[in-house]
């Protein structure tokens, strides 16, 4: 059993900052963080920064130059990292990640809230 809990979400202001964080806990042998999603109001789930193999990570476009990812593998973390927000950056983000035994699975967290506005 694997469990994802994000947090570091809250209220700021634009232009503001805010770190998100991802716990990875439970059967993470073979474990690999794939990335960070967003969904806002009324929209689709979508990528926001994935995780490369090579260790780079692919940023949408909306969000490149502003986000970055980091990991703190010693102790199953990865972050993601967000400057200058804008209030389109609202919504509830997750992490994912993936383990291929005993059968290939996604993981998600359980979201935490990111709310952009004046």
């Known amino acids: 059993q694997v469990q994802l809990v994000e947090s570091g979400g809250g209220l700021v202001q634009p232009g503001g900052s805010l770190r998100l964080s991802c716990a990875a806990s439970g059967s993470i042998f073979n474990i690999y963080f794939m990335g960070w999603y967003r969904q806002g109001p009324g929209k689709q789930r979508e990528p926001v920064a994935i995780q490369t193999n090579g260790g780079r990570a692919n940023y949408a476009d909306s969000v490149k130059g502003r986000f970055t990812i980091s990991r703190d593998n010693a102790n199953n973390t990865v972050y993601l990292q967000m400057n200058s927000l804008k209030p389109e950056d609202t919504a509830v983000y997750y992490c994912?990640?993936?383990?291929?035994?005993?059968?290939?699975?996604?993981?998600w967290g359980q979201g935490t809230q990111v709310t952009v506005s004046s």
């Open positions: 994912n990640a993936f383990r291929s035994v005993p059968t290939p699975q996604n993981y």
